[in-house]
């Protein structure tokens, strides 16, 4: 049985306080009764997230944590007492983030971005927010274009800071942020440069082709319901393309020189006009 994972598991039999689950190694652990449903029958197969209750048990749940073993997620502090910093993760028992685990003091009703991992000396699922080693740098899974999922993180000089299929770091560079990303948000992305550090650089639309010519169709609409006449060139301020078309400037030249090739639109000096 494995903690802070979610484990399929055989009901075994019931009693007064819950149902006994076991799995293939004869072991068992308790489900309580609050998670019980009519449906559940003894022989049933059921998938349950295992953790440690307050006294130290393992006990199963079929709550859904906001996190799970070597993941990441942003938490809340609910309190800070001399152990160190309780989060709430979505089950009943909060989950601890020691002081030796913190990068930086926590404060209550803060959220921080946490990896939750299994503490080999107290056999204890633990968090932490010193994430620099808990990122992954064998990147021999992926490939440029190759889709994935992102958690995005803080802002700093050179773009936004994102968690990659919930194991490997990643930036998006602030010319390739083309909507309003807030920290704690999910979303989909696409690689375009795998690093030999193991960190990615990732965009939120595919490069090339794939992602030039569905925008440059979407930039053509935008154009028509503008009278035909759109008044950006691709020496507008970044800030200005963002606002009007919700494209970053890069991805509006491509869009523009992807029409223009096409003989769908005629550029002029301060304006784009469809023919």
């Not at 740098?137 to 440029?144: G, K, M, P, Y």
């Not at 794939?210 to 979407?218: A, D, N, R, T």
């Amino acid at each position: 049985m494995k903690l802070g994972e979610y484990n399929v598991l055989t009901i075994l039999r019931f009693t007064s306080v819950g149902a006994y689950l076991g799995d293939e190694n004869d072991n068992d652990v308790l489900l309580p009764n609050k998670y019980l449903t009519d449906e559940m029958e003894i022989g049933n197969e059921i998938s349950v997230f295992l953790y440690k209750d307050s006294e130290d048990r393992i006990v199963a749940t079929t709550q859904k944590p906001y996190i799970h073993l070597n993941s990441f997620a942003y938490l809340k502090v609910k309190e800070v007492t001399a152990y160190g910093a309780f989060v709430d993760w979505g089950l009943e028992k909060d989950l601890l983030i020691p002081f030796r685990e913190q990068t930086n003091r926590l404060e209550e009703d803060k959220y921080y971005l946490v990896y939750m991992k299994l503490d080999t000396s107290t056999d204890r699922l633990v968090a932490t927010t010193k994430d620099k080693k808990c990122y992954s740098t064998d990147t021999s899974e992926l490939n440029v274009n190759d889709e994935v999922d992102l958690l995005i993180c803080e802002s700093f000089d050179l773009g936004v800071k994102v968690v990659v299929n919930d194991k490997f770091l990643g930036i998006i560079y602030h010319n390739d942020v083309n909507r309003n990303l807030r920290r704690g948000d999910y979303t989909k992305g696409f690689i375009y440069n795998i690093r030999e550090d193991g960190k990615l650089d990732v965009r939120l639309e595919k490069s090339g082709y794939e992602k030039v010519e569905p925008l440059s169709q979407q930039l053509l609409e935008i154009i028509k319901s503008k009278k035909g006449t759109l008044y950006l060139t691709d020496k507008s301020h970044p800030d200005e393309i963002r606002h009007q078309v919700g494209m970053s400037k890069k991805t509006f030249k491509q869009a523009i020189g992807n029409l223009y090739k096409n003989r769908l639109i005629q550029i002029n000096e301060d304006s784009i006009s469809v023919l």
